[in-house]
């Protein structure tokens, strides 16, 4: 196989009617190609057209071919089809890229112009490294240490609502399942002791005395609650509080992820 040298100067050997649209780099390093029915190489020059390579057995003008290679420094695959431009007896050929896709031509300009930046920067002794041991610079003398501003501390961050609690627009303090739920349940039996009253007000049109009222208060009281909760007990579904305190959790934890997902989808 020739040198980099030889494969240089062969060059001359291409068609000079072949018309070059784009930049061919030529490649440095040694790069393997792999060809159809056993075939191989290595690559010349590159371009997001085409390719020269220098290939084991000798390639027909107009011949349908897959070629693989990867590319290093950046490390980048290439499976394509290519139809051979031109091909001489040495195995010197012109592949021409077919239906490149968008991916694979924006890859290709990608590792050509990281390849000129690098060798421009091999080239330029304006890029070039400092010299060891001058990274570092002591002064002479002493200097005075740097003094940050004095800054207050932040205020504590407000307790977040628990897991099982929920912030209602007019409790200050967030209330939890059985609170909400023992609050509900009073509202039911002291809406029933309500109502009984307001009953039995419009049937007697008239008001007892304090201490048979307040007997009478007792007595519903502890009736109306007992009885609540003997049907709930019977029932096996809990109190309408706790239905209710459920509901509410709910209906805030659906809120809570449908603003979970507006926010990351945002």
Same mark, same amino acid.
């Given at each position: 196989?020739?040198?980099?040298?030889?494969?240089?100067?062969?060059?001359?050997?291409?068609?000079?009617?072949?018309?070059?649209?784009?930049?061919? &780099?030529?490649?440095?390093?040694?790069?393997?190609?792999?060809?159809?029915?056993?075939?191989?190489?290595?690559?010349?020059?590159?371009?997001?057209?085409?390719?020269?390579?220098?290939?084991?057995?000798?390639?027909?003008?107009?011949?349908? #071919?897959?070629?693989?290679?990867?590319?290093?420094?950046?490390?980048?695959?290439? %499976?394509?089809?290519?139809?051979? @431009?031109?091909?001489?007896?040495?195995?010197?050929?012109?592949?021409?890229?077919?239906?490149?896709?968008?991916?694979?031509?924006?890859?290709?300009?990608?590792?050509?112009?990281?390849?000129? /930046?690098?060798?421009?920067?091999?080239?330029?002794?304006?890029? &070039?490294?400092?010299?060891?041991?001058?990274?570092?610079?002591?002064?002479?003398?002493?200097?005075?240490?740097?003094?940050?501003? &004095?800054?207050?501390?932040?205020?504590?961050?407000? %307790?977040?609502?628990?897991?099982?609690?929920?912030? #209602?627009?007019?409790?200050?303090?967030?209330?939890?399942?059985?609170?909400?739920?023992?609050?509900?349940?009073?509202?039911?039996?002291?809406?029933?002791?309500?109502?009984?009253?307001?009953?039995? /007000? @419009?049937?007697? &049109?008239?008001?007892?005395?304090?201490?048979?009222?307040?007997?009478?208060?007792?007595?519903?009281?502890?009736?109306?609650?007992?009885?609540?909760?003997?049907?709930?007990?019977?029932?096996?579904?809990?109190?309408?509080?706790?239905?209710?305190?459920?509901?509410?959790?709910?209906?805030?934890?659906?809120?809570?992820?449908?603003?979970?997902?507006?926010?990351?989808?945002?």
């Amino acid at each position: 196989m020739q040198s980099f040298s030889g494969l240089a100067a062969t060059r001359a050997t291409e068609p000079s009617s072949t018309k070059r649209l784009h930049y061919r &780099h030529q490649v440095q390093s040694l790069v393997y190609v792999r060809l159809d029915e056993g075939n191989g190489g290595i690559i010349r020059n590159l371009s997001q057209d085409g390719v020269a390579i220098q290939a084991v057995g000798a390639l027909r003008p107009g011949q349908i #071919l897959r070629v693989r290679f990867d590319l290093i420094n950046p490390k980048t695959r290439m %499976d394509l089809q290519a139809e051979v @431009a031109w091909a001489n007896p040495l195995g010197q050929a012109g592949l021409r890229f077919l239906d490149t896709p968008p991916q694979a031509i924006r890859q290709l300009n990608d590792w050509i112009f990281m390849n000129l /930046l690098r060798g421009l920067e091999r080239a330029s002794p304006v890029f &070039h490294g400092a010299p060891e041991g001058d990274e570092l610079i002591l002064s002479a003398s002493g200097r005075t240490a740097i003094r940050l501003p &004095h800054r207050s501390p932040k205020p504590p961050a407000a %307790d977040p609502v628990p897991r099982h609690a929920l912030r #209602l627009s007019w409790w200050p303090r967030p209330v939890s399942l059985p609170q909400l739920a023992r609050f509900m349940d009073g509202l039911v039996v002291f809406s029933a002791i309500l109502t009984f009253f307001c009953v039995f /007000l @419009a049937v007697a &049109h008239t008001l007892p005395s304090w201490p048979v009222a307040l007997a009478v208060v007792g007595g519903v009281s502890g009736f109306f609650t007992a009885l609540y909760w003997s049907l709930c007990a019977v029932l096996g579904c809990g109190t309408a509080g706790v239905q209710l305190a459920r509901m509410a959790m709910r209906d805030r934890e659906t809120e809570k992820l449908s603003r979970d997902a507006e926010s990351r989808f945002r």
